[in-house]
């Protein structure tokens, strides 16, 4: 894309309601706009990240064996009333009356819809073990809403729901999610660490929330410091596997690491001094196991191998995907602006033009921004006739993770510049070699 046709609206100055650096950034680099005190419209450049993230997360529920389907915003009072949440959700829920009197409301989460779909078409164990899933906008009403997507009232999310025979086939569902969810955050560039945490309104016995580490996190969090050396890196998984998926589990889980609800300050001093942690963490997911809640409430049976009607036991799992664009800027930021990590970045590269209008500078540049995109990149090229500072100033607020600025006393030399925004370091290249080394750098993502 060239600058010149792309619609960015940058803003020089912080608008006041921005209170933590990734609204600040998200306002500033032309990300998001507000619409309504906690709802945002997604600008182009914001829409890509969002849409990065999204391909992301339903890429990783499918390779997890997981259905995606699309559930409606807007629900049946009727079925929260079977499972007996309708009024005791609280005044989060946006309830709705239609032209006919009908109570609808606009939905925080989908474990009554998921139900009604699943007992009006699965009736035998043999049926089982199913995980559906979508990615689809929800809204609570929060009385605060604040920090932009952070804490906003309308997110976009993605909510699976897991549907086994019995206990221990749910909780093989459990560890799926869980494996599935380290494997969602590493592509994006995030440490995001599984805490045991609090079920809240949704229910269950057994839950863990992935929360990134950043100051300005809503939940206090404690921890082993040995937690953070854990990766899947390259480690194929079998999610056909049980056994493989309660080994990297236990992995992930042996270390000491809750949130401010389940903090245990006697079995947190049992970890060696040294490693102790205490920080603040941005929840972006939390995986819930609840057995038959909402199967008994709602008449969710299937017949089992014995012949006999069971409740189908069930877990429930989400990822805040809006949210994530927030965390992530969190995680990962400078003085400057944002600092996208590969996986998420809108634009692969970004191509700046020292001199406009210069015939050689032009056609090196326009050379450098075909190659790209000969080999399926997206390059982002500042073709417009500002000064370099300007320019770079841009680069540095929107983040791309790396540049390659093209100058006639470079090209005197036969070289480009190419910079990693992360690191600030830069080399010397000649252009098609500085094309080769972003395809190879993007060949791993």
Same mark, same amino acid.
């Given at each position: ?17 921005? @209170? ?41 529920? @499918? ?167 854990? =990766? ?11 056994? =493989? ?40 997911? =939390? ?85 790209? =995109? ?72």
């Amino acid at each position: 894309m060239r600058l010149t046709r792309y619609f960015l609206p940058v803003l020089k100055e912080t608008p006041a309601e921005a @209170q933590i650096v990734s609204h600040r950034y998200m306002l500033r680099a032309g990300l998001i706009k507000q619409a309504a005190v906690g709802i945002y419209s997604w600008l182009p450049l914001g829409l890509k990240v969002l849409r990065n993230i999204e391909r992301i997360v339903d890429e990783e529920q @499918q390779k997890a064996g997981h259905i995606p389907l699309l559930m409606p915003t807007l629900q049946s009072a009727d079925l929260w009333r079977e499972s007996g949440r309708y009024e005791a959700y609280g005044e989060e829920m946006l309830r709705i009356k239609d032209r006919h009197g009908r109570d609808l409301l606009y939905g925080p989460t989908n474990e009554e819809m998921i139900t009604d779909i699943f007992r009006s078409y699965v009736s035998s164990y043999r049926d089982l073990p199913k995980t559906l899933y979508h990615i689809q906008w929800k809204f609570r009403d929060e009385m605060r809403p604040r920090f932009g997507v952070m804490r906003g009232r309308e997110f976009l999310m993605k909510d699976g729901y897991n549907f086994d025979v019995d206990r221990e086939s749910a909780l093989e569902a459990y560890d799926r999610h869980m494996v599935s969810y380290l494997r969602t955050y590493e592509r994006m560039g995030l440490k995001a660490i599984p805490m045991r945490a609090d079920s809240g309104p949704i229910g269950g016995e057994n839950t863990h929330e992935f929360l990134v580490l950043a100051e300005t996190g809503e939940s206090e969090v404690f921890y082993d410091s040995a937690i953070l050396d854990l =990766q899947l890196a390259d480690r194929v998984v079998n999610y056909e596997d049980p056994n =493989q998926l309660k080994e990297i589990v236990s992995e992930w889980t042996a270390p000491y690491a809750r949130t401010d609800e389940t903090h245990d300050p006697a079995l947190f001093n049992e970890v060696p001094e040294e490693r102790r942690r205490s920080s603040r963490g941005i929840e972006v997911g =939390q995986i819930f196991y609840f057995g038959t809640k909402y199967s008994e409430a709602m008449g969710a049976t299937v017949t089992n191998a014995e012949g006999q009607r069971v409740p189908v036991e069930m877990g429930s799992h989400g990822i805040g995907v809006s949210r994530l664009v927030g965390a992530i800027i969190e995680a990962s930021h400078d003085e400057k602006g944002i600092i996208w990590p590969e996986g998420v970045t809108p634009f692969h590269v970004g191509i700046v033009n020292l001199r406009q209008g210069d015939a050689e500078t032009d056609a090196a540049c326009a050379g450098i921004y075909a190659g790209l =995109q000969a080999l399926g990149l997206d390059p982002l090229y500042d073709d417009r006739n500002e000064r370099a500072g300007a320019k770079f100033a841009t680069m540095d607020l929107i983040g791309l993770p790396w540049r390659i600025t093209v100058g006639p006393k470079g090209l005197k030399n036969g070289v480009v510049e190419l910079v990693s925004r992360r690191t600030g370091e830069s080399e010397e290249l000649p252009p098609e070699q500085a094309v080769e080394k972003i395809a190879r750098i993007y060949a791993y993502i």
